[in-house]
């Protein structure tokens, strides 16, 4: 599977953004999806993982309750809604998909797409 983020943007702090990672290729409904970010200068972390049918989501405890994660198999689509949006949320967000759930390690996902940059000023 192949997989494309963007949505990303320069936002002020309290906005909202929405990326969006769309897949292509076959059996995007057979893999797990999840979110990873990447500030400058720091370690990709993880962000937000849902299982294949979306009916399971985990995100880290510096969104939570700010960000929502949701997919669209029929549309081969993944979401990650961001609100309430903080400087520290800069970062390169990234897409990726793997079988092993629920997993917050990035070595456990198999395929990513390229990043997409959210940039939050204060």
């Known amino acids: 599977v192949q997989l494309q983020a963007s949505g990303g943007g320069l936002v002020q702090a309290g906005a909202s953004l929405r990326l969006s990672c769309a897949a292509s290729?076959?059996?995007?409904?057979?893999?797990?999806m999840a979110w990873f970010r990447q500030a400058l200068g720091k370690e990709r972390e993880f962000v937000a993982l849902?299982?294949?049918?979306?009916?399971?989501?985990q995100l880290a405890g510096s969104v939570k309750g700010r960000f929502t994660i949701s997919r669209d198999n029929a549309k081969n689509m993944m979401y990650l809604q961001m609100n309430s949006l903080k400087p520290e949320d800069t970062a390169v967000y990234s897409c990726?998909?793997?079988?092993?759930?629920?997993?917050?390690?990035?070595?456990?996902?198999?395929?990513w797409g390229q990043g997409t940059q959210v940039t939050v000023s204060s």
């Open positions: 849902i299982s294949q049918n979306g009916g399971v989501t």
């Open positions: 990726a998909a793997g079988t092993k759930f629920p997993s917050r390690r990035e070595y456990e996902y198999d395929y």
């Open positions: 290729g076959r059996g995007f409904s057979d893999y797990h």
